[in-house]
């Protein structure tokens, strides 16, 4: 070939999915393919591009709130629904214009949250990837469930091949608690969609922590683990200088964090977080934070600023500068 490879990373926009997907994108780069990462014109507007993604080209496409994003939304199932109509065609067009400006593209590696990327894909006769975020584990739950083969709401202990038989509280909560979620459960079990007609299928994971799952995936999909996905110089430091973890959709307070951690003992900190979309009632934000105050270790409690309100006031307004820190 005359031309270097070229892929497509199409991560679901949310800070815990487009991170691993850019690390495994600079790892592309360093193996000379061409690399080019697509995300939602909102996000693409409000991050900071001095990121260093080495040499990724970043292209942006509606997922209908380009305003907003995924906070205006009315609900997970409306962004999600509206995500599939508006993106499918914003990813077709944006196939189209590098094809049309004379960007080949050999393969579109896709968030499994979003797999109707692959149809996509498949339309133009571009092989595609499913790229899953979470543990080998726990979408081998998610697989079975969508086969039907775990019945849900859960009533018995669960059993899978690679794992051994897990009580009902020991699945992952979208399993154990089925339905308060309707939007996201439908998400993660709806992965394997159309998984069978993709290329590869690729896992932020690594042989040695889930063999057994691995072996028996590997039987179903052309399966390869490339995690944990993490700056190279804090692993193998085969990418010289490569210690950026992506882009902060949160501005992160990185300087009073790493000051108010260093002044700590090791292993003293107990580290707190639920992500970018869980959302804990009032009576869970108390008891957490009752916890915390009543435990014999310091903690660092990551808290989104559209959560800060559930704090408990007389926990807000004390500045536990000693024990514990509160950060966005």
Same mark, same amino acid.
């Given at each position: 070939?005359?031309?270097? =490879? &070229?892929?497509?990373?199409?991560?679901?926009?949310?800070?815990? &999915?487009?991170?691993?997907?850019?690390?495994?994108?600079?790892?592309? @780069?360093?193996?000379?393919?061409?690399?080019?990462?697509?995300?939602?014109?909102?996000?693409?507007?409000?991050?900071? &591009?001095?990121?260093?993604?080495?040499?990724? $080209?970043?292209?942006?496409?509606?997922?209908?709130?380009?305003?907003?994003?995924?906070?205006?939304?009315?609900? =997970? /199932?409306?962004?999600?629904?509206?995500?599939?109509?508006?993106?499918?065609?914003?990813?077709?067009? #944006?196939?189209?214009? %590098?094809?049309? $400006?004379?960007?080949?593209?050999?393969?579109?590696?896709?968030?499994?949250?979003?797999?109707?990327?692959?149809?996509?894909?498949?339309?133009?006769?571009?092989?595609?990837?499913?790229?899953?975020?979470?543990?080998?584990?726990?979408?081998?739950?998610?697989?079975?469930?969508?086969?039907?083969?775990?019945?849900? =709401?859960?009533?018995?202990? @669960?059993?899978?091949?690679?794992? =051994?038989?897990?009580?009902?509280?020991?699945?992952?909560?979208?399993? &154990?608690?089925?339905?308060?979620?309707?939007?996201?459960?439908?998400?993660?079990?709806?992965?394997?969609?159309?998984?069978?007609?993709?290329?590869?299928?690729?896992?932020?994971?690594?042989? /040695?922590?889930?063999?057994?799952?691995?072996?028996?995936?590997?039987?179903?999909?052309?399966?390869?683990?490339?995690?944990?996905? #993490?700056?190279?110089?804090?692993?193998?430091?085969?990418?010289?200088?490569?210690?950026?973890?992506?882009?902060?959709?949160?501005?992160?307070?990185?300087?009073?964090?790493?000051?108010?951690?260093?002044?700590?003992?090791?292993?003293?900190? @107990?580290?707190?977080?639920?992500?970018?979309?869980?959302?804990?009632?009032?009576?869970?934000?108390? /008891?957490?934070?009752?916890?915390?105050?009543?435990?014999?270790?310091?903690?660092?409690?990551?808290?989104?600023?559209?959560?800060?309100?559930?704090?408990?006031?007389?926990?807000?307004?004390?500045?536990?500068?000693?024990?514990? %820190?509160?950060?966005?």
């Amino acid at each position: 070939m005359n031309k270097s =490879p &070229h892929v497509l990373l199409f991560p679901f926009p949310a800070q815990g &999915h487009i991170n691993p997907l850019i690390q495994f994108g600079k790892r592309l @780069v360093s193996k000379g393919v061409k690399t080019t990462l697509v995300t939602t014109i909102y996000l693409n507007s409000t991050l900071s &591009h001095k990121n260093s993604t080495t040499s990724i $080209e970043i292209q942006a496409i509606s997922d209908g709130f380009d305003e907003g994003g995924y906070a205006s939304a009315d609900s =997970p /199932e409306s962004y999600l629904k509206v995500f599939k109509e508006v993106g499918s065609k914003s990813l077709s067009d #944006l196939v189209k214009k %590098l094809q049309k $400006e004379g960007n080949n593209i050999d393969a579109i590696i896709y968030d499994a949250f979003n797999s109707w990327a692959l149809d996509v894909a498949m339309d133009f006769g571009i092989d595609g990837g499913s790229f899953f975020t979470q543990a080998c584990s726990v979408n081998n739950i998610y697989y079975h469930v969508y086969k039907g083969l775990i019945s849900l =709401p859960l009533s018995v202990p @669960v059993s899978v091949p690679g794992l =051994p038989q897990l009580e009902c509280w020991e699945t992952p909560s979208f399993v &154990h608690n089925y339905g308060p979620y309707p939007g996201w459960t439908g998400i993660v079990f709806n992965q394997f969609a159309n998984i069978d007609q993709a290329r590869w299928v690729f896992s932020n994971s690594f042989y /040695e922590l889930e063999a057994k799952v691995i072996e028996w995936m590997r039987k179903m999909w052309k399966l390869k683990v490339i995690g944990p996905t #993490l700056p190279s110089m804090y692993l193998d430091k085969r990418i010289e200088d490569d210690k950026d973890y992506g882009f902060n959709l949160i501005k992160a307070n990185n300087k009073e964090c790493m000051n108010w951690l260093d002044d700590k003992p090791e292993k003293s900190v @107990v580290y707190v977080s639920f992500g970018s979309m869980a959302q804990l009632g009032l009576e869970q934000m108390e /008891e957490i934070a009752c916890g915390l105050s009543d435990c014999k270790f310091n903690f660092l409690w990551v808290v989104r600023a559209e959560e800060e309100e559930k704090l408990p006031k007389e926990f807000a307004n004390q500045k536990i500068t000693g024990k514990g %820190l509160v950060v966005a």
